[in-house]
């Protein structure tokens, strides 16, 4: 009995050992929500709000990892506006730069691991454990590597829309990038006005990633 309260005791420091934060940095224009760790810039009559949403959504074998964030957009000015889904750049601490990925590619990458995932329709967690132990984890601060329990379709639904958005109107979706943030210390995530990604982006959102 003592030995398995030991092994526990370590699992817990291993895990706590483990753990990363990723938080918005506040700027002088920046509206932070610490509730729900994101931050907001409006650049001309537009409004953007950017979060993390999984750190890590790739399969166990995978070696190439997914990182997805939110993206909500709030067109308040008199035009339809659009952001194609390669609009998006992330930097991280050593300036490394990662364009962002359709969903068409994610579908593509985490599609290789399906052996080992149980067969569609019943795409999920292979071990029931494995399930139970990631529904307890805080996907913002969970180094946890997991496959999301989504059915394929919801790579395409959850995403980001490519579709105008409509003066007056909102959007928001998901945002992904190839890229393991777990080993750097911060992410920048830049949002152009198109795939070219020339001059300087309409905004930037700094984000702190802590150990």
Do not use: W
Request: with cysteine.
């Amino acid at each position: 009995m003592r030995t398995i309260h030991i092994l526990t005791a370590l699992l817990l420091l291993f895990c706590s050992a483990c753990t990363v934060s990723v938080t918005p940095i506040a700027t002088t224009t920046g509206i932070i929500n610490s509730e729900e760790k994101s931050i907001t810039e409006i650049r001309d009559g537009v409004a953007f709000t950017v979060k993390l949403d999984e750190l890590s959504m790739a399969p166990y074998q995978m070696v190439d990892n997914i990182t997805s964030f939110h993206v909500s957009i709030d067109n308040r000015t008199a035009e339809q506006i659009s952001f194609p889904s390669q609009a998006f750049i992330l930097k991280d601490g050593s300036a490394r730069q990662y364009r962002s990925i359709t969903p068409e590619r994610v579908r593509e990458i985490v599609s290789k691991d399906t052996v080992y995932l149980i067969p569609y329709p019943y795409v999920g967690y292979y071990y029931l454990n494995d399930q139970a132990r990631v529904s307890n984890a805080d996907t913002f601060s969970s180094s946890l590597p997991f496959y999301a329990e989504y059915h394929p379709q919801d790579i395409f639904t959850r995403a980001l829309t490519e579709e105008p958005i409509l003066k007056g109107s909102k959007v928001a979706g998901l945002v992904y990038f190839i890229v393991d943030l777990e080993k750097s210390d911060y992410a920048e995530i830049q949002v152009f006005s198109d795939t070219k990604t020339s001059g300087e982006p309409l905004a930037k959102f700094q984000f702190s990633i802590k150990k």
